[in-house]
């Protein structure tokens, strides 16, 4: 059975920093290419910053220098660390697994940024 754990999601400051984690079971975690997507109210869900098998990242133009995507293969866990937070960026963040024709989900963690 496929799980996506998020964690570390909260209510925090305009200017704040948190680091999302998302723990994966089920899967051969170093095989998959592992993204962050985000959903905010009334919105359509969008990509924030994507982590290839290789270890080759991508991010969101409004994310850019902000927000930095890693992951630990012996942890099976991808980070993403949020600085600069805005309200803006005031989301569900959910991660996600993809291999092939195989894309899992996680259930989600609210971040919420208060100005």
Same mark, same amino acid.
């Given at each position: #059975?496929? #799980?996506?754990? !998020?964690?570390?999601?909260?209510?925090v400051q305009?200017?704040?920093?948190?680091?999302?984690? *998302?723990?994966?079971?089920?899967?051969?975690?170093?095989?998959?290419?592992?993204?962050?997507?985000?959903? =905010?109210?009334?919105?359509?869900r969008e990509?924030?910053?994507?982590?290839?098998?290789?270890?080759?990242t991508n991010?969101? !133009?409004?994310?850019?220098?902000?927000?930095?995507?890693?992951?630990? +293969?012996?942890? +099976?866990?991808?980070?993403?660390?949020? +600085?600069?937070?805005?309200?803006?960026?005031? =989301?569900?963040?959910? *991660?996600? =697994?993809?291999?092939?024709?195989?894309?899992?989900?996680?259930?989600?963690?609210?971040?919420?940024?208060?100005?």
């Amino acid at each position: #059975q496929v #799980q996506l754990v !998020e964690s570390g999601g909260g209510l925090v400051q305009s200017g704040g920093s948190l680091r999302l984690s *998302c723990t994966a079971s089920g899967i051969i975690f170093r095989d998959y290419d592992m993204f962050w997507e985000r959903q =905010a109210p009334g919105k359509q869900r969008e990509l924030v910053a994507d982590i290839t098998s290789r270890s080759y990242t991508n991010y969101a !133009e409004s994310v850019k220098g902000r927000f930095t995507i890693s992951r630990d +293969n012996a942890k +099976n866990t991808v980070y993403l660390q949020i +600085n600069s937070l805005k309200p803006e960026d005031t =989301a569900v963040y959910y *991660c996600r =697994a993809s291999w092939g024709p195989y894309d899992y989900w996680g259930q989600g963690t609210q971040v919420t940024v208060s100005s």
